[in-house]
């Protein structure tokens, strides 16, 4: 057993996070044998550059007071890439497998692409509450085990709701994101 699964006060105790659901849904057995401890999960280039993306994303847009308008302009999407940029840097040394792109520089060009889309597609429609905001939810409880689940909501918005935020590989659609 790990943290995550353990006995106590007479119960199992169950914590599940939201990015094994996703795991889960994805493959079954490669969900299996990472929750059993028999493989690592692999950093993937694709990963980084969602990551990546992600945090540019957020970092543009928690500056930003409860209810305000994101301000569209030259500034912001200049902080946008200038974030982008910094966060790939950090990030491209963890890359355990070159799998989708070849170089940094493919991510770079990738990245500034999904980001241009997603500043005139989704930035202007956004009214945000709150940014990153941790959950830990009890699903189920009874007498033998308690299930949880756990996870962070990338973005409250007033008109959105609750937002997880994704960057496509392939389709920069509005109904993609």
Request: charged content about 30%; proline content about 5%.
């Amino acid at each position: 057993m790990n943290k995550e699964h353990y006995f106590e006060d007479g119960r199992w105790h169950h914590t599940w996070h939201q990015s094994d659901l996703k795991t889960l849904d994805m493959c079954p057995e490669r969900a299996h044998l990472m929750w059993s401890g028999a493989v690592q999960d692999i950093e993937g280039d694709a990963a980084v550059l969602g990551t990546a993306c992600h945090n540019a994303v957020e970092q543009l847009i928690k500056p930003l007071y409860p209810g305000a308008i994101p301000v569209h302009g030259d500034e912001s999407h200049f902080e946008l890439h200038e974030a982008f940029g910094h966060h790939l840097d950090d990030l491209v040394p963890t890359i355990t497998h070159w799998n989708s792109y070849k170089s940094k520089a493919d991510l770079f060009k990738l990245g500034t692409i999904k980001l241009d889309s997603w500043y005139e597609q989704v930035y202007p429609l956004l009214h945000p509450l709150d940014v990153e905001v941790g959950f830990d939810q009890v699903l189920f409880e009874d007498d033998e085990r308690v299930v949880r689940m756990t996870g962070r909501i990338d973005l409250i918005d007033d008109g959105l709701g609750l937002v997880d935020w994704k960057f496509p590989k392939r389709d920069y659609t509005r109904e993609k994101w």
